[in-house]
Structure formats: C-alpha cells, structure tokens
C-alpha cells in the first residue's frame, strides 16, 4: 500500500459500488457457520477397500485415503448434473511416498505418476493427467511427510489440523475433474484456483454432514483458510506466471466461492474475465518495503482515505449526509464514550461520532506481524460501523461486525479499482486484510464479542469485494 497520485475520484465509480458487481466473476452468500458435530472421521477407511501404492499405517495416509474416497463418491454424485456425464475413476491411481525412506520395490516400474520417480513429489502433491502417454497418468501422489507437517506441525511450530492434508487431496482431486473436462483457458492461476473452487465445494458437502468418512467443525475452516497462506505464491509473483497459484485473497475466495455456490459455479467462474488481487510489485520502492508505507504513513492513509469513499458512498445511499467521524488513537485504554468505557482496541462511539484504535496493543504490532493494509482494514471496521449509526442501523451486534466487514471489502476493491485518491494497492493487501480477519479480528479484546467465526467474516468481506456496497445490509 503506498500514496498515490492519482486524484480521480468519480461518482460513477462510486455508483458502481451502490448499484452493480464491483469485481465480476462471483456471486457470494453467507454461509451459517454449521458444520459437521464431530472432528476426525466417522468411520475409516480399510485400506483393502481403497488401494493407495506405498501408503502405511500412518495417520496421513489413514486421513487421505478417507478423503479420496469421500471425493470419489462426491463426483461421483456431482459430475452428471454438473458436466453431463458420469464420472471416471482415476486410472492411475494414488501414490504415498516419504521422500526420505523411499523403497523403488513398492513402486511399479519404481515409479509414480507421469513415470516419475517417487523422490519427484518431495514436499508437494500433483495430480498428472494421462495426456502424456505415461503409463501412470491420471494419478495423483503426495508427500506423506510433507502433509504431515502440514497439519501438525514440525520443530515446535503448530500445523493447521487435520483437515488439511484432505483439503490438499480435494485440490488435485479438482485437477482430476479438470482432466475430464478441460482446463479453464490454460492460465496456470486459473486451473489451480478452480481447483481450489472445486475444494471449496467438497468441503461444503463434508460440513453438511454427507460425506461417510470425513467431518468438520467450524472452527477448522478457520484452519483451513489459514492453511491457504503456506499455499499461496510469494508476494509479487507476476498474475500470468508459468506457476502462479494465486494470492492468498484470491486461493481463499475461490475456496470459499465453491463452499457458498457448489461446483457449477466452479464450472462457470473462472473464466478470461475474472479477477484476480495478485500482481508484482511495480516500483523498485514497492520492492524494497514489500509493498508496506511507512506506520505514519499508514496513519495519514486511515485520515484521507476514509472519510473520501464513505462520504461519497453514503450520500448516494439518500436520506442523510454523512458526518465523517473524528479518528483517534490511543494506548492501553479506549476514551471514555458518553460516560462510559470501552474495553476493544477498536471502538466506535456514537455520542461524539469518533473512531479509535489501540496502537499499542493493536496497530503497532499488527504492522509490525502483517502489515500496513492489515491496520487500515482495523480502522476502516469501526469506521464502517459510524456509517451504519448514521443510517439508523445498529452498530453493537453480529449483523453490525458483518455488514462493517463487507463494507471493507467494498472499499478494498475500489482501491484496487484506482478509485480512491490519495491510496494505491500493493501486492499482499489484500492478504493483509485475510490475515487480521483470521488472526486477530475474533478476538473479543479488539471487537465487540459477537460469536462470528474468522472464516465467515473473510466470506463477508470477499463478498464486498466481489458485489461492493449492496451486499453490506446498509440499503445501498
């Protein structure tokens, strides 16, 4: 995130907001936070019943040969209504290897898919379609102890659950359907993120409660998002990369994309039009900082750039001219408001139409651990809640955090669109603001205690990404 030159800041790009698809390519609805009751599995998997070559007794390949079933029988299910046809089962198989105890014998030929040897699927998993005449194509093979480490972690760092390696195994099995149907415009970053769309539609299936070996809480799709930033590319990497897999907003999103809207929307979304946050860095200086203004810098953003869309934005909503509310930091404890204190790091107080954050407990570190977008995302939430007081809406509850969060995400994407002056997006902003919602915004410390899950506030503000200010409840 940097200063921008830029000063144009239309009304018809603000009408746009109000009125029409901000950034075309997804329809979003909010998910309930249901789930499955029960973590793990409902009943395993014997591995006579499904053959993984080279697989153990271990609790990875107990866990992936449960979701493969699992996602054989879901496309099974899905494929005719989706694609026309029935489903074919993979031809070459599946293949478990630890790169560091590899034994040739167990191997055919000594190999896995694509003929590679096994030591090729060293800390990844792939799925190799039979388009290249290798005797083991259309197969899909994985590192055991690379998922492993995945979802518990190694060398005192904690993993991200035992979903994870499912998860995994749902992404290439969504390149399996790909090799069945065809490859959405043969853009790397297209293919992997419909197959994470792909993912995202098996795994509204587990949380439904109808998969027969696999289940899932709500509190592990928050692990399951947060899994996604090992996932994604480094930051920079250039949109149309020969091995792009996109930015952690864009994995997350197309993930969340097929939770809310099934596998026909994965079919139709990811074509030569849709939108995508990742990008290199454009000036040597972006490089240099990783895309971070400087913390004061991020300051004078949070003052100019607020008050210009949410102004703007509001008065077209009709009936009221917004008052744009004094932004205040403070340290350790919030401003007394009406009388009263505030216990969050992020406050809204409507007696006197101020705006405050807690740099010491909030803001500083949050710059420090992730970056300048992830303390404007903060701000802009309380902010946001000053907008629906002065519509007459409620500023203290579950539906108020919601509908301030996807306002957010409104205001994101005119920023991305160029259409906030004073501001220009970097690569990773909008990462930033994926990381605060998971990481910090649940906390009851910085947000009123509404009993939302990270996962559904990241759903909330893509969907103002995606669809901008009418999906936000603020009459727009």
Do not use: K
């Not at 694609?83 to 198989?93: K, M, N, R, Y």
């Not at 993912?199 to 998969?211: F, H, P, S």
């Not at 340290?331 to 992020?346: F, H, I, K, V």
């Not at 108020?400 to 306002?407: G, I, L, M, P, R």
């Amino acid at each position: 995130m940097s200063p921008s030159p830029r000063r144009v800041f239309t009304r018809a790009v603000v009408g746009a907001l109000l009125g029409s698809t901000v950034l075309t390519g997804c329809a979003v609805t909010l998910i309930d936070g249901n789930a499955t009751p029960a973590s793990g599995v409902q009943a395993n998997v014997d591995p006579q019943q499904f053959q993984i070559i080279g697989a153990t007794d271990d609790d990875i390949d107990q866990i992936t040969r449960n979701a493969l079933l699992d996602l054989n029988t879901y496309w099974g299910e899905q494929f005719p209504g989706t694609f026309g046809q029935d489903f074919t089962p993979l031809a070459g198989g599946y293949y478990s290897v630890d790169p560091a105890d590899v034994d040739p014998a167990q191997y055919p030929n000594g190999q896995i898919g694509c003929g590679e040897p096994p030591e090729a699927v060293e800390d990844n998993a792939f799925y190799c379609d039979a388009s290249n005449s290798y005797p083991n194509g259309d197969a899909i093979q994985y590192d055991r102890s690379f998922l492993d480490e995945l979802a518990f972690g190694s060398g005192g760092s904690e993993g991200y659950g035992r979903f994870i390696p499912a998860l995994v195994m749902a992404h290439e099995f969504g390149h399996a359907v790909q090799g069945r149907v065809g490859y959405p415009f043969q853009a790397s970053i297209a293919i992997e993120t419909q197959a994470d769309c792909f993912a995202g539609a098996w795994t509204q299936w587990v949380a439904d409660g109808d998969a027969p070996h696999n289940t899932i809480q709500p509190g592990e799709l928050d692990d399951v998002l947060r899994g996604y930033l090992l996932l994604r590319d480094p930051v920079g990497t250039g949109l149309n990369s020969g091995e792009a897999h996109g930015s952690y907003f864009d994995r997350v999103s197309a993930f969340q994309q097929g939770f809310d809207d099934g596998p026909t929307a994965c079919r139709d979304a990811f074509g030569q039009d849709r939108p995508y946050t990742q990008g290199e860095f454009q000036t040597d200086q972006e490089l240099a900082t990783n895309g971070n203004a400087s913390y004061p810098d991020t300051q004078e953003l949070i003052g100019l750039t607020l008050p210009e869309f949410w102004t703007d934005a509001i008065n077209q909503i009709g009936g009221t001219t917004f008052q744009a509310p004094t932004i205040e930091p403070f340290s350790g404890n919030a401003p007394e408001c009406d009388g009263d204190g505030q216990d969050n790091d992020l406050v809204f107080c409507a007696a006197d139409n101020t705006v405050g954050y807690d740099e010491s407990d909030l803001t500083q570190p949050l710059y420090t651990d992730v970056g300048d977008y992830a303390v404007l995302t903060a701000v802009a939430i309380p902010y946001a809640l000053a907008a629906r007081d002065q519509l007459g809406l409620s500023t203290d509850d579950q539906d108020a955090v919601e509908s301030a969060v996807c306002q957010v995400g409104a205001y994101t994407a005119a920023a991305l669109n160029g259409a906030v002056p004073d501001i220009s997006i970097s690569p990773g902003d909008a990462d930033e603001s994926v990381s605060f919602l998971l990481e910090y915004a649940t906390d009851p410390n910085v947000l009123p205690d509404v009993d939302v899950t990270g996962f559904q506030l990241v759903d909330r503000f893509r969907s103002g990404v995606f669809q901008g200010l009418p999906a936000c409840d603020i009459g727009a």
